[in-house]
């Protein structure tokens, strides 16, 4: 296995059509990701620019690379914020769209509660939309979704 300075690993094709499998299974997503996947400490995956190949990682010194897309979460894939804004616009469902009070709720960083009717078409992992912007995923569980925002990028402000 090709490994980046021993905390990135490139993955292989099986592994990478794994998690376009999960994808599509999960938000019915079918779009290329014409990237190199690969994968971080506690499974974490980022994707890069095939150009990537060219760099001599030998004589570097790097802790991480690209865009952080998701975790690999159990049978399912947890998308970053980044990564709900790759996903999301071509994700054809599990996508909540909430409406501005809400979405300044989860950008501080709190759950957001769900209607029990509509909760009943609902399971696993969501993705949070705001008008145009995605704001993340969430794990939608017991009527409300699971705000996964890092605290270093929630909104800190008093209203």
Do not use: C
């Amino acid at each position: 296995m090709p490994y980046l300075k021993k905390t990135l690993r490139i993955l292989k094709r099986k592994e990478i059509r794994s998690i376009l499998s999960k994808l599509k299974e999960q938000w019915d997503f079918d779009k290329e990701l014409d990237y190199v996947f690969l994968e971080g400490k506690e499974e974490k995956i980022f994707i890069v620019n095939k150009d990537i190949a060219g760099i001599e990682f030998s004589k570097l010194r790097i802790n991480s690379a690209g865009l952080y897309l998701a975790k690999i979460a159990k049978d399912s894939i947890r998308l970053s914020i980044e990564g709900s804004q790759l996903i999301g616009p071509h994700a054809k469902k599990n996508v909540i769209e909430i409406n501005d009070k809400l979405a300044r709720l989860w950008m501080k960083g709190y759950d957001i509660p769900f209607d029990e009717k509509k909760g009943e078409l609902l399971s696993g992992y969501q993705i949070i939309k705001n008008n145009k912007d995605y704001l993340g995923s969430g794990l939608f569980k017991e009527n409300r979704i699971l705000n996964f925002v890092p605290k270093a990028r929630r909104l800190v402000v008093s209203d």
